[in-house]
């Protein structure tokens, strides 16, 4: 059909594309054309995504990203997507509307990511602007993503098919012309069936490979598929040449037999990225697709889509979990492996948290849903699989560099091998440049990075590693140097009092110890403690005064408001000790972080922290006797109505793995340095316990960064260790920062890293996997030389055909994909 779009009379295939062609020119986007490559034929637009409207509302956009803030970001699958003008085309025309703020699109994966303010902009605009601009596209779906990538295959299994069915038909007639049907009458029949079996199979079984030829050309790029192309071709018009009446032999039965052998190769290629890469299908596998949800009562099945937070979630002895959130009633054993890596059950009770995707024990649990679908923990993993997965390390853009060289070599040295047998007869050059198209394989160095990557990342999932970009494995390879956080780190983060000393208001009152503690030198240890470690009597015998129940009250009614690990030990020490805190009212709180904690408690100020927390505040504090030795653990001071009354020693236990862990690190040439915001002489006996570790204390939490900013200053790659809440700028600071707890949002947007699991042996295998990632990636590569360089100048020297050649191609690819492969035993030699 003809119409004039601005200004000019014009010829489209259809009235999608008139409309298309006449809102790039209204929009300014004409540049778009000049991008096109010339000549290019574009099919007519995708149809437009229908009740667009639906994608404005939270409860459906909340299963593709975060909808609790106006600025979103969304991945969106784009079908129409030809050419790196369409990239250029979709990225300037939103570009241009207001709100949005980013869009990039990755070509490979026909992926568009996009970042915008819903506040100014809906989603249904964005996608009715990309439908305008002739693109359909829709929020990926990474099981929609496994169904595209199983088509895909299938499409590759029946050219494969065809490709086999064609080679064993040219059998036959390849061995009647071999018994001496070529010089018979016979001899032309014979020549033309070939013909008519390779064309089809040319055509068809070998369409990929000549499409990526032709559009790599079109764009100015010399792609992987042009050496396979080229081969074929020349193999397939030699032999056409052949059959009508040109001297020599036709080689219908190579064309379509290393077609075949190299589809075969592709396909068992595409398989093992479909394994490597499924790690993001089993994990959304995990969570269920419905939830027991309990309204006025009575148990309803609805689907997870359906349930809200704050909804009551019904989950019976064996189901999984759907949602993440908080018990509410019973008690039961959940098995946390797919998040943690830990095949023993942990026991959760009311008021834990529990995660979708775990599996409930024995018990019976009313849960109250806290985030679902891709707010859960389980959904940000699947996030950072994703990410993880389509990311690029370093070592992968040097390889990617090489392959359009290494197409330019091949090339070169197939027409270097024809000019060299041209002199002794055609068919003999032809066929030695053809095999030397076919037998180098650009392919693998293609493959090295990814498979290794896609490997890696999806092992690490399982076992409770999640890494954020294939960029880190390559970073934390080269890490000489790890900084580990003391307190929830290195240690367990349940700090417990060992030492507690009151006083009275009247001025030279002596310290006082509870009652169960005879001797100020012998410390006083809770129940909590108690339970766990050796000591002395616990809490419950201890007898208190009502002065110093009185000093308790006010101090941890305080540290109630505090989440961090200390105050939680003083809060656990009335509790056992029994004191209310209930009815207390706290007001106007002060927190200084790594030194204390203000406020007024029923009137009275309180301050508790560290001694200079108080000296700041205009408190008097007094020597300290002996048994108030810091060595003990961290000394806390807590002042009444600006007079010092109380002093608390709280210690944490170290991890049973922590010392074990800095060992194998030291042994692989790894320095380790403990950081922490305690005395010098507290982080020196916990680096006692450690063995020979550099200790930096006296470190406040905002003075973290600076630590790792000057070890850096000094040449060093520096991977930090951290709780991933108050080590946050640290976390971002250091080269690899590694989170280790339950996977948090503030974990997962500072740490390169996040540890399922608080065991610390995982840091270890981090850096084993990084290790083994790079040295898999280096063999890979080091394969696909090695093979080139021996049987490149094998095809220059005629001595491998084309057939032969087409079976040995292959091989590379699939070397690769086995020695990245082998990345999964890791963990298992570590039983």
Not at 112 to 133: C, G, I, K, M, P
Not at 705 to 717: C, F, N, T
Request: some cysteine; glycine content about 10%.
């Amino acid at each position: 059909m003809q119409a004039v779009v601005a200004g000019a009379e014009r010829a489209f295939c259809c009235p999608g594309c008139k409309s298309v062609c006449a809102a790039i020119h209204a929009a300014g986007l004409e540049g778009f054309y000049r991008r096109t490559p010339e000549g290019e034929v574009l099919g007519p637009p995708p149809p437009p995504p229908k009740q667009l409207e639906l994608y404005d509302l939270d409860e459906v956009q909340a299963a593709y990203l975060d909808t609790s803030a106006d600025r979103r970001e969304i991945n969106l699958h784009v079908e129409g997507i030809h050419c790196a003008a369409c990239v250029w085309l979709i990225e300037t025309g939103l570009a241009r509307m207001p709100g949005v703020e980013a869009a990039r699109v990755n070509l490979t994966g026909r992926r568009l990511r996009v970042t915008w303010d819903n506040a100014r902009l809906r989603l249904s605009s964005l996608l009715e602007r990309l439908s305008q601009l002739g693109y359909a596209a829709v929020p990926f779906d990474p099981e929609a993503a496994e169904g595209a990538l199983k088509r895909r295959n299938r499409a590759l299994l029946y050219r494969m098919a065809f490709a086999g069915f064609a080679a064993m038909n040219l059998m036959w007639i390849a061995i009647a012309l071999y018994a001496g049907a070529d010089q018979g009458e016979f001899r032309g029949l014979f020549h033309w069936i070939g013909f008519a079996i390779a064309t089809p199979t040319l055509l068809y079984s070998g369409w990929p490979f000549l499409r990526g030829a032709w559009l790599g050309l079109r764009q100015g790029a010399l792609t992987m598929d042009l050496p396979i192309a080229i081969g074929a071709s020349i193999t397939y018009l030699y032999s056409l040449s052949v059959t009508l009446g040109a001297p020599g032999q036709v080689y219908w039965d190579t064309v379509v037999n290393f077609l075949f052998v190299i589809l075969v190769g592709r396909f068992l290629e595409a398989m093992s990225k479909r394994q490597a890469l499924a790690s993001t299908q089993r994990l959304l596998d995990l969570q269920p697709k419905v939830a027991t949800v309990l309204r006025d009562g009575e148990p309803v099945v609805l689907p997870i889509r359906a349930v809200k937070p704050g909804d009551r979630v019904l989950v019976r002895p064996g189901e999984t979990i759907p949602a993440d959130g908080l018990i509410s009633e019973g008690r039961s054993e959940i098995d946390e492996a797919m998040l943690s890596g830990e095949s023993e059950p942990v026991a959760r009770g009311v008021g834990e948290a529990v995660a979708a995707g775990t599996l409930n024990g024995a018990g019976v649990l009313t849960i109250e849903v806290t985030g679902l679908l891709r707010e859960t923990a389980l959904g940000r993993i699947i996030a950072l699989v994703e990410e993880a997965q389509s990311s690029k390390a370093p070592i992968q853009s040097l390889a990617d560099r090489i392959v359009p060289w290494f197409v330019a070599l091949t090339l070169a040295l197939a027409l270097l091998t024809f000019g060299f047998w041209i002199g002794r007869d055609l068919e003999t050059a032809l066929m030695a440049a053809t095999s030397v198209l076919i037998i180098t394989c650009p392919c693998a160095f293609g493959l090295a990075t990814p498979m290794a990557i896609a490997v890696a990342s999806g092992l690490g999932a399982r076992h409770g590693i999640l890494i954020k970009q294939g960029a880190v494995l390559e970073t934390l390879s080269e890490i000489r140097h790890v900084v580990f956080d003391k307190t929830g780190t290195l240690t367990e983060g349940r700090p417990e009092v060992v030492l507690w000393q009151s006083r009275a208001a009247v001025p030279g009152a002596a310290w006082q110890t509870p009652a169960a503690a005879a001797a100020p030198s012998a410390p006083w240890r809770n129940r909590a403690a108690a339970s766990n470690r050796s000591g002395p009597t616990g809490a419950g015998a201890m007898s208190l005064d009502a002065e110093q129940r009185e000093l308790l009250r006010l101090v941890a009614a305080l540290e109630q408001v505090s989440e961090h690990p200390f105050a939680r030990a003083v809060v656990r020490l009335a509790k056992t000790a029994r004191v209310g805190l209930n009815a207390a009212q706290v007001r106007a709180v002060r927190v200084e972080p790594g030194a204390g904690i203000a406020g007024t408690v029923d009137g009275h100020q309180v301050l508790i922290g560290t001694r200079d927390w108080l000296l700041a505040n205009g408190v008097e504090v007094q020597g300290l006797n002996a048994s108030a030795s810091p060595t003990l653990g961290t000394r806390l001071h807590g002042a009444i109505d600006g007079i010092e009354r109380l002093r608390l020693v709280a210690a944490d236990r170290l991890r049973p793995d922590a010392a074990e862990v800095v060992r194998q690190l030291q042994a692989d040439g790894i320095r380790v340095t403990l950081l922490t915001g305690d005395r010098a002489a507290v982080a020196r006996r916990i680096a006692e316990q450690l063995g020979t570790v550099e200790v930096i204390a006296d470190v406040r939490p905002e003075e973290k960064d600076r630590v790792i900013a000057e070890l850096q200053r000094r040449g060093e790659r520096v991977a930090m260790v951290g709780d991933g809440i108050n080590d946050a700028p640290a976390l971002v600071r250091a080269d690899v920062g590694i989170a280790v707890g339950s996977g948090t949002d503030v974990s997962i947007a500072s740490a390169d890293i996040v540890l399922m699991s608080t065991e610390l042996i995982r840091v270890r295998d981090a850096v084993a996997l990084s290790r083994r990632t790079l040295r898999a990636i280096r063999q890979n590569i080091g394969l696909s030389i090695a093979y080139n360089l021996i049987m490149v100048p094998l095809a220059m020297a005629a001595l491998i055909t084309p057939l032969v050649a087409a079976i040995s191609m292959p091989l590379s690819s699939l070397a690769v994909i086995g020695n990245s492969a082998r990345l999964r035993g890791l963990f298992k030699q570590r039983g």
